[in-house]
């Protein structure tokens, strides 16, 4: 996939005065304001977007692509909220339908990957009065103690924000004591859209927009890292993603404490917003590079694989993306039940090659980033497959 480069672009006699204003703006590494945000989600067609953000990508990262390998660990899918996106959640009133892990259960979870080589548990679930502070502050002893190597990213503002309300504590100390029990990062979900004007509608009664934004804050002021996100293509407008990208930039701005922006796309499986139809792969497109445009203080892009699907995740690659997320080994169901992958999990193998037959540079990451293993030359037992060798047969 090869987009024009941003010299075409900026030649382009035909471009109108506002996409050359931003066009020039992005070349010249000067940010973009909240208007022209606007006008690229209103008027920027598909191709000018990519220039501009494999612009962007290639400055950064060139032709790197990184990936991780994890799994995820859902101690309950039975949630006391009623987030109207949400096919994951069981309900309280269909409690027999989910699942409630205890600390062993998820213990024993964990203690499954103690031969296979991830590097991160990705831990998120529903809202339940049983998860609370001393849950996880247990939890995440256990983890660590019985394996340092293994980075926990855990929870997100909505747990944070209900377990700290319920043990009547503030957010500082409460994200001090998680610290204290062995979190490393936070996830960057939660997030949907900050605007009360859709939270309200699809994830009332959770955590506020400014409730999520000042527990990212605390958790940065506390020197940790986190991710960011934002659920898209529902019944948002274009002004209500402008606003959520800029009060990202503007916290990012104050800590520098977000590593990641993943972009989610609404699927409409099982969940009461079944009757919207989907975002199209054009418009996921469009929202990766104004998002790779946009967040200029931010390092990384991720298209999530399991949620948009592994073609969508290649192209991606040409539209400021620069993270494929991680392995996943089919540990979670958020995804699936709303209409993503079946069974979420890709070789390591597998993601090199996905990150290679688009140009890509494959690395393997750490949570925080740090090059674990570097791809590019590494030679798999079927390479010569695709490589156009054809063996003869020996008489
Ligand atoms: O907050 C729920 C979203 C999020 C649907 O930080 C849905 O590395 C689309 O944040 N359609 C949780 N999205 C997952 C998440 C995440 C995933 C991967 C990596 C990271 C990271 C974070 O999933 C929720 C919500 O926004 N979600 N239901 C749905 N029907
Ligand atoms: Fe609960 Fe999260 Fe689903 Fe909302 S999105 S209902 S908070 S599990």
């Given at each position: 996939m090869s987009n024009p480069s941003i010299h075409t672009v900026l030649r382009?006699?035909?471009?109108?005065a506002n996409l050359r204003a931003i066009a020039e703006k992005v070349f010249a590494g000067d940010r973009i304001s909240p208007e022209e945000g606007q006008v690229l989600f209103d008027e920027a067609p598909l191709g000018y977007l990519g220039a501009l953000a494999n612009f962007i990508r290639e400055k950064r990262h060139g032709d790197k692509t990184y990936f991780n390998r994890n799994f995820h660990v859902?101690?309950?899918?039975?949630?006391?909220?009623?987030?109207?996106?949400?096919?994951y959640s069981r309900r309280i009133k269909k409690r027999e339908d989910g699942w409630e892990y205890s600390l062993d259960d998820i213990m024993d979870i964990v203690k499954g990957y103690d031969d296979k080589p991830v590097t991160e548990v990705h831990i998120v679930g529903g809202v339940l009065p049983q998860y609370d502070v001393p849950f996880y502050t247990e939890l995440f002893r256990r983890i660590r103690a019985h394996r340092p190597d293994l980075h926990v990213k855990a929870l997100t503002p909505v747990e944070y924000h209900y377990i700290f309300k319920k043990a009547k504590i503030s957010y500082e100390e409460g994200m001090a004591l998680m610290k204290e029990a062995g979190l490393q990062s936070m996830p960057g979900g939660g997030a949907e859209i900050f605007h009360p004007e859709i939270r309200d509608q699809i994830a009332g009664g959770k955590c506020s927009g400014e409730e999520w934004l000042r527990i990212h804050e605390i958790w940065h002021e506390l020197g940790m890292r986190s991710n960011a996100t934002m659920l898209y293509g529902h019944i948002e407008e274009y002004r209500h993603r402008v606003d959520h990208l800029e009060k990202l930039r503007q916290l990012q701005d104050k800590?520098?404490?977000?590593?990641t922006f993943i972009p989610l796309k609404f699927r409409n499986k099982n969940n009461e917003l079944s009757h919207l139809d989907e975002s199209s792969v054009i418009e996921d497109l469009r929202n990766y590079a104004i998002s790779r445009i946009y967040l200029d203080n931010f390092d990384h892009i991720k298209a999530y694989w399991p949620m948009i699907g592994r073609d969508t995740a290649q192209l991606s690659l040409a539209f400021g993306v620069d993270d494929i997320d991680?392995?996943?080994?089919?540990?979670?169901r958020i995804y699936s039940m709303a209409g993503?992958?079946?069974?979420?999990a890709l070789s390591t193998e597998q993601l090199v090659k996905m990150i290679r037959a688009v140009g890509r540079h494959p690395i393997e990451r750490g949570t925080?980033?740090?090059?674990?293993?570097?791809?590019?030359d590494t030679e798999f037992a079927d390479d010569k497959q695709y490589r156009g060798y054809t063996s003869l047969p020996v008489v």
């Open positions: 382009d006699s035909t471009l109108s859902e101690p309950t899918n039975v949630c006391l909220y009623t987030c109207t996106f949400c096919s800590t520098g404490g977000f590593q991680g392995t996943i080994d089919d540990t979670t993503g992958e079946q069974n979420p925080l980033y740090e090059v674990i293993a570097d791809y590019k």
